[in-house]
């Protein structure tokens, strides 16, 4: 475990609120990037996003994003690189042929990012995948639970 852990680094956490900057490309990103659009809309590869979807852009990948001129979107993201930054983004999270994903966790998203813009110094690795890990975890599909069964 401790040389997969050295093999996946988490580069940067982001937060884009609806400015005329939040769009990129068409360009080729050299990391594995994922999305989250919490607001409004907006357009990747072409494709039509709304708040509760995003994107998984892969290294070496042809892409370009941007907002939506009548409803610009807010959104998150983290940057990851290493070996297993592909293997563990598609392992967790399920895309369609797009790359694109829906999710029904925006609430506990928008409590996490306060935390993690709270100062300016830079997070330490290991918290940082701890919050990266923690997110994956709210990508997993959990059966309807009717109680505690422990």
Known sequence: MQ???KQLRI?????????????WGPGVRNTCIIHYVLSG???YNQVPLQAGQGFVIDAGEL???HYD???????FWVIITGDLSKE???????????????????N????????????SATIPQTEALSLFFYLLSLHEIRPRDNGNHY
């Open 41 to 43: 809309r907006g357009y």
């Open 108 to 119: 506990k998203l928008l409590q996490m990012i306060p935390g993690i813009f709270s100062s």
């Open 63 to 65: 892409v370009e994003y």
């Open 88 to 106: 563990i983004c598609h392992n967790h999270i399920s895309v369609n042929a797009h790359k694109i994903f829906s999710y029904d966790f925006s």
């Open 11 to 23: 580069l940067h956490y982001g937060y884009e609120d609806i400015s005329l900057d939040a769009k």
């Open 69 to 75: 001129e009548t409803e610009p979107w807010t959104y």
């Open 3 to 5: 040389n997969n852990i």
